[in-house]
């Protein structure tokens, strides 16, 4: 198409509010319009990259056989209700009343959908297993949109459910859709994507795993062990300790600590290191502000999710009152006298000679020796991994942690939906079974702007040749020159009936103008044809990436730009 | 694919709740689930139909210098509070809060987000004309959701909006839509579709057009007429009558009519015709009640469309209260003392000896005479024109009304958006205007029930080859024995491996069963091999229409048919 005739605007100044490259690029490039907090409309080039990513998603669904169905956006809150997710899920679950006063729901995940669609159909085990795929538009009442189209409220997924009759089944299909996953990132030229273990959240089940595209922007935080390649999101993964104890337990002895309110102070204060004290983090469950007061060690930093769940239940940092007998900055497991659920992180398991609070204005203790002062105490988990900690697998001190943005998920759910909503077949002995599901969700826009967050230079995104919202860029520097304009008009027509897909741009502007436009949309290759290059009889070739240049002959140009293309595209094909 | 994995159920009982075909047969052959009142899912042969009809809109979208751009679903109401419609626009436009008490809408038209994207990227004239389109999803909580996915509340839509510098422009832009359109439902099999003059309701404008599907089920009125080829929705269709008045105006004459509160009633008793009378038809308006009193034909009906156009406002048939001063039964122009719009129909204009309410019970009037008698009257058209009615552009007794699916619309919209949310360009000569907007819908459910709706017989849909969700259904019948099974597996690779798409059913079932399955799915054409057949060295070659039933060799029988399904598939290539 014409550049002249596409609609939308590039421009060169960074938005103020645009925080991540990937973000400013769309907005600068004409990719995006701002609706509202969260919510975006596509120009066409951002169009041309979802479809072409919606392609790729859908040829892979299909390798695995995968069936393209498609679910409501909009749906009746009945169906939310037998699977219980309609008082789980919270704020982010859109809710309205239609005209008969019935509620319905915004579609922000589609399990109940999946299951409400087959739970007739799969009534016997000769059924099994089947996977169904759609890719349609989802909304999620997010808190906290960002980064243009990395968290946003209103997005097109492609998620996927498969059925299964057992547990190894559905285990070996989850290993087919994560070579999908792989081969999914690869074609969309994102093969650095990484899966890592995952937190289930609300989805339910035990098994999932993220993948995750690495880098500094990311909202996650990922522990990789450059040993033995364990990888997990930090919300999922175990914190493994070795610090032992000290040979000889001290006496536990009340000292006076004024002013001093943080571990950190109080240590300061006492002069030992904050891993030799007994931190007390307290929270509120949301449903009834009742307190949880979780003690670890003075070091390390609470993993909220594994403590959520845990309790099973959503909770907020407290908020902490007199009555509540909680003695603010003073909170130590000896002589607590407070109605809360009290906790404890495996950091502490057999530790001795700690620091901890006194349970009383300006008092500490020191010597507090777990074992002997606070009988009956029960360990758990809860502690979040750090730069340099333990790998949980290999056991060695090897663990990194990264920022990465979440492309995929995928799932393992086991009879969650299925028992709740009442889905069973009839097995090979007549016996009544719930299927076993599996779920895998890729979000488009989100993947859309991952690829432009990972390739991309100080003028606009680079995008791989799969996913291009064009393959060529074809500029004519100074068209105004019939000879330039009759060229070039040519070799337009000789790309476009070879199938090859070309914007270009025979403005009337400067070179400059002319190239930071391509520039912002990232075609691939680019072909010049201008009065300089036509005098030696040449065009000029190059790639977006700028790890070509060649000049082209005018005779046979069209074939070399269709070759290179053709040769490219291929690298994309699994 | 094979049939045995297809996700879904087909099944022989007709559902109770299915009144047209169309949806039965979805129902039956496994392409939709009922969710919700006017919400359903799909399975993948109706996806698969949906899919080839989206492309074929794109196609021809973009053949028409169209770029595909894609709008929210969820909006702000801020956009459509900008062009009123979030006032004016009632029940129909789902409504709800975000979490931070924003309130949004569920679009069910685009024209505000379509004015909201492009209204920076329009600023000059030189940007003139162009056209942006999507394919996406839509809510419309409609009262009354029917007939399957005729009349639903969830739908996916294909819609467009144009910006032009003028009125011409816009014009002849609106005149390549419409053949666009025609060639649209040509390729999805739909070449009977007509396009007819509409009334452009809440979309505002001026001169639109709807395309019609003329089938017995439709839930819209057509007029046809069968001499100049004028087409029109009864509800925008001139009423134009041509019956004279009598030579001689009788006097007005008070007469008692008990009993008589219809005008049927009152023209038996006093032995005349309806159409010699003056029927009154009362209203109220939706916003605060009042009264709208009108007057016309006895024989004639209201066109309540016309009325609402005229008035401006919705309304709803009357509830007569002893305060309103109107005598129910007895209404007339003379001496009505009522407070109330008071509206005359063109049918009453000039003419005379009319029976009429008295505005007093159990009274009539004849003799009316409506120049005479009711001084001042302004006469304006708001009958429903009739079958055997005059065509309102040739002037003929030519009307013939008909039933029709509406399956598409077009409409020029004129300046009403891009006013009201503040859109304007500058011209050549540096003036500020307002852009002219034209915008054009087709809704991909909807029409592929109507080609469901044309196209079956009494087992099933018979898909046109251009959108049908498979190409070719192979059965084997006797899949157990070893010889078909290899031959047609064979078969299916060939056919595959060229590009058909194959539906293959190699289930162990009865010959019945598999044909009745094929019925349903309603695939274009079917092979069958089977022991009969095999021991006469060939298969059977039918067309799911019934019009070609042709034996093959078993050597070149995938040859043939790869040629026979190529050659259909060109003649829908336009």
Not at 492 to 500: F, V
């Amino acid at each position: 198409m014409k550049l002249d005739k596409l609609v939308g605007e590039r421009f060169k100044e960074k938005p103020a509010d645009c925080v991540v490259d990937s973000h400013a690029f769309m907005v600068r490039g004409g990719y995006v319009k701002y609706v509202a907090n969260g919510i975006f409309s596509s120009f066409t080039p951002l169009k041309r990259v979802t479809k072409k990513i919606e392609q790729i998603m859908r040829e892979e669904m299909d390798l695995i056989d995968g069936q393209e169905v498609q679910f409501p956006v909009v749906m009746p809150a009945s169906i939310w209700q037998e699977s219980g997710r309609y008082k789980s899920i919270g704020k982010e679950m859109a809710r309205f009343n239609d005209r008969n006063n019935s509620p319905l729901v915004l579609g922000m995940t589609h399990e109940e959908a999946a299951v409400h669609l087959v739970r007739e159909y799969g009534q016997t085990y000769a059924k099994y297993p089947f996977m169904i795929y759609q890719i349609q538009t989802k909304f999620r009442d997010e808190a906290r949109p960002r980064a243009g189209l990395i968290r946003v409220r209103e997005f097109t997924m492609k998620d996927a459910y498969s059925f299964h009759t057992s547990q190894a089944d559905l285990e070996q299909y989850y290993d087919k859709a994560h070579k999908a996953y792989e081969r999914i990132y690869a074609r969309v030229g994102l093969p650095e994507v990484i899966s890592v273990k995952s937190d289930s959240g609300m989805m339910g089940g035990s098994i999932s795993h993220e993948f995750m595209l690495l880098t500094a922007i990311g909202e996650d935080s990922i522990a990789i062990c450059n040993d033995c390649g364990y990888r997990a999101n930090v919300e999922a993964a175990e914190c493994v300790l070795d610090a032992p104890a000290n040979a000889k337990s001290e006496k536990l002895t009340k000292v006076h600590t004024p002013n001093g309110h943080t571990i950190e102070e109080v240590c300061a204060f006492l002069k030992c290191e904050t891993a030799a004290s007994c931190k007390a983090v307290v929270y509120q469950r949301n449903a009834d502000d009742s307190y949880v007061v979780l003690f670890i060690r003075g070091d390390l930093e609470v993993n909220e999710t594994k403590l959520t769940n845990y309790l099973g239940c959503d909770i907020h940092p407290a908020v902490i009152t007199e009555e509540s007998g909680i003695v603010a900055g003073f909170i130590g497991p000896v002589g607590l006298n407070a109605k809360a659920t009290v906790l404890y992180d495996r950091s502490l398991q057999n530790m001795n000679n700690l620091v901890c609070g006194a349970n009383e204005n300006d008092y500490h203790y020191t010597g507090l020796d777990m074992a002997r002062d606070v009988k009956g105490a029960e360990y758990n988990d809860f502690a979040k991994i750090v730069d340099g900690g333990i790998c949980p697998v290999c056991g060695k001190h090897s663990i990194t942690v990264s920022r990465g943005i979440e492309v995929g998920n995928i799932f393992q759910l086991g009879t969650k939906y299925t028992k709740s909503m009442g889905m069973t077949y009839l097995d090979n002995d007549g016996n009544s079974q719930y299927p076993i599901m599996g779920c895998y969700g890729i979000g488009v826009g989100r993947l859309a702007a991952a690829i432009a967050e990972a390739h991309h230079d100080g003028y606009g995104p680079i995008w791989p040749l799969s996913v291009a919202p064009w393959q060529v860029h074809l500029c004519a520097v100074r068209a105004d020159d019939p000879e330039i304009k009759a060229y070039a008009d040519k070799l337009y027509e000789s790309l476009q009936s070879s199938g090859i897909e070309v914007i270009y741009d025979d403005r009337n502007v400067s070179a400059g103008v002319m190239f930071s436009d391509a520039d912002l949309l990232g075609v691939p290759y680019r072909v010049i044809v201008s009065p300089r290059n036509m005098k030696s009889g040449v065009v000029e070739f190059t790639s977006r990436d700028k790890t070509m240049k060649e000049t082209l002959e005018l005779n046979g140009a069209a074939d070399e730009v269709i070759k290179t293309v053709r040769a490219e595209l291929n690298k994309f094909k699994m």
